[in-house]
């Protein structure tokens, strides 16, 4: 957009053929080849959401292409607005860094919705998500328009009208969540948006315009309590004579929101949302708690083979007794806090062989055992 007062540069518009390269050097995948990627590529667990996603992943692939390659426009209402919920640690933002950044590699911004304030006085305004688009575009804000942008943390944006209950207590919600929310449903749904390409610092540039038609918006968030919101409905609780007594057992951190209860709209009213802005998600997945089996494959996988190769750059081999593993699996399912339980499990026992060993080269290749002994991992360099 040309500035209309001097001095003013004007935002960057590369050609069309630009974008039209870019797009055309993705490779198309079905979306049965897309989730074989996952797999090769580490995701373990989660055969629902990963369907549905890679289902998501081909269609934003197929309106890029029609719209740069063929000249089509997007038709209306195949706009893709997902929702991503389930408990800590279930591999929701891995999904979306893997889908977008790594095997499609069109631009993903994964922004932390807690950072959003109604005008912005306080925190980012809601379409400095689109600032960052652009950002991570090159500052080419056609190429921008065929990104993703992840909100993480969305539950959070629930207001303090919420009535859900976690473990017992009243949750304090964020009192300006109404103002985003009312925000968030221009940009879920608007044809185009503008955006400060600075994000905001100045007033000496003038907004720039993005198209939304192709763009992908998913958020993804834990939302404790919203399952026993769902079933406080389900159950149907009235008060005075007859009123059934609730049990007194505390809601676990990683449960699984069921198809059902996700239906409930107002189910997601009561924990503090505008039914209006959940319905502007067209596709809502629930990721289930990770199981003991698929925690093993990501800690072999994943946790394990990175810090394998961490320590054999600094001359040591590090073996992992299978005990351990089982170990290490079970306190990260008491934890309740997925696959992020692995690595805080691990953290402090590879710390401090890392102290003693890392960085002194001049001693010769060495093996770091673990071992489980009396319930306690051992570490021992020998």
């Known amino acids: 957009m040309s500035p209309t007062r001097p001095g003013l540069e004007p935002l960057p518009r590369p050609g069309d053929d630009d974008v039209r390269a870019r797009v055309a050097a993705i490779e198309v995948l079905s979306p049965r080849e897309i989730d074989g990627r996952l797999t090769d590529l580490g995701y373990r667990g989660q055969p629902e959401a990963r369907r549905a996603a890679s289902v998501l992943a081909y269609r934003h692939l197929r309106r890029i292409r029609r719209l740069h390659l063929e000249g089509l426009p997007p038709e209306p209402g195949t706009r893709e607005n997902c929702l991503f919920l389930g408990p800590t640690g279930s591999g929701k933002t891995f999904l979306v860094e893997l889908l977008f950044r790594e095997i499609l590699a069109v ?222 699996v079970a306190r990260a399912l008491k934890r309740e806090t997925g696959a992020r339980g692995l690595r805080a499990t691990l953290a402090p026992l590879l710390e401090k062989a890392a102290y003693e060993h890392f960085g002194r080269g001049d001693e010769a290749p060495a093996t770091l055992r673990l071992t489980l002994e009396d319930g306690h991992v051992q570490a021992r360099v020998g």
């Not at 209860?261 to 067209?282: K, M, S, V």
């Not at 596709?283 to 946790?303: H, W």
């Not at 990175?306 to 081999?317: D, H, I, M, S, V």
Request: proline share 4%.
């Open 107 to 328: 631009p993903t911004v994964l922004a932390d919705a807690t950072q959003f304030s109604e005008t912005g006085y306080v925190g980012d305004d809601v379409n400095t998500v689109l600032s960052r688009l652009y950002e991570v575009a090159d500052r080419d804000a056609e190429w921008a328009a065929c990104g993703v942008v992840c909100m993480d943390e969305f539950d959070k944006l629930a207001t303090s009208r919420s009535d859900s209950r976690f473990a017992g207590q009243q949750t304090t919600k964020d009192v300006s969540g109404f103002g985003v929310q009312r925000s968030l449903l221009h940009l879920l749904s608007a044809p185009s948006a503008d955006f400060p390409p600075d994000f905001g610092f100045t007033s000496r540039q003038q907004p720039g315009r993005m198209e939304l038609a192709c763009v992908t918006f998913i958020a993804c968030g834990a939302f404790s309590g919203l399952k026993a919101t769902a079933e406080g409905l389900e159950r149907g609780e009235h008060l005075g004579f007859g009123r059934e007594p609730l049990g007194s057992h505390k809601e676990r951190i990683a449960t699984h929101v069921t198809e059902e209860q996700l239906e409930q709209t107002t189910a997601f009213a009561r924990y503090g949302f505008i039914p209006e802005l959940i319905g502007r998600f067209n596709r809502l997945v629930s990721f289930a708690p990770l199981d003991a089996a698929t925690l093993g494959d990501i800690l072999q996988d994943n946790v394990l083979r990175a810090y394998e190769r961490e320590f054999e750059l600094e001359g040591l081999r590090l073996r992992v007794e299978p005990a351990v593993r089982e170990h290490v």
